[in-house]
């Protein structure tokens, strides 16, 4: 869970239903990176040859599910950027405190 998240059905005393949908801060930013993520996914699933970029997030529930649940309400727009692939290798040795990032342009042969 998030900083400052509250188990389902103990949001301070308003009487929330246990298993039911708890109010996250849109400020926060695991929320943001879930954005960001769920973002990714929409542009990588849409086939405008242009990018929807992120212009506010609107509202941002959790629920606990076995697991928990992340509903996002997001504001976007499409962006003057066109779709671009790109293939990034990020690789990290944290027992050496080490992360090197390699960008190419273009996707990757398997």
Same mark, same amino acid.
């Given at each position: 869970?998030?900083?400052?998240?509250?188990?389902?059905?103990?949001?301070?005393?308003?009487?929330?239903?246990?298993?039911?949908?708890?109010?996250?801060?849109?400020?926060?930013?695991?929320?943001?990176?879930?954005?960001?993520?769920?973002?990714? %996914?929409?542009?990588? /699933?849409?086939? $405008?040859?242009? @990018?929807?970029? =992120?212009?506010?997030? #609107? %509202?941002?529930?959790? /629920?606990?599910? $076995?697991?928990? @649940?992340?509903? =996002?309400?997001?504001? #976007?727009?499409?962006?003057?950027?066109?779709?671009?692939?790109?293939?990034?290798?990020?690789?990290?040795?944290?027992?050496?405190?080490?992360?090197?990032?390699?960008?190419?342009?273009?996707?990757?042969?398997?």
């Amino acid at each position: 869970m998030t900083n400052g998240d509250s188990f389902a059905g103990s949001d301070g005393g308003s009487g929330g239903i246990p298993g039911g949908r708890v109010k996250q801060n849109v400020s926060s930013e695991d929320i943001k990176e879930l954005a960001i993520k769920g973002l990714t %996914k929409i542009n990588a /699933q849409s086939n $405008s040859a242009h @990018l929807i970029g =992120l212009a506010e997030i #609107v %509202k941002a529930e959790s /629920q606990v599910v $076995s697991g928990v @649940l992340y509903i =996002l309400t997001l504001r #976007v727009g499409k962006t003057d950027c066109l779709k671009n692939f790109y293939t990034v290798k990020i690789w990290q040795q944290p027992w050496k405190n080490s992360e090197q990032i390699t960008i190419t342009e273009g996707l990757e042969e398997d």
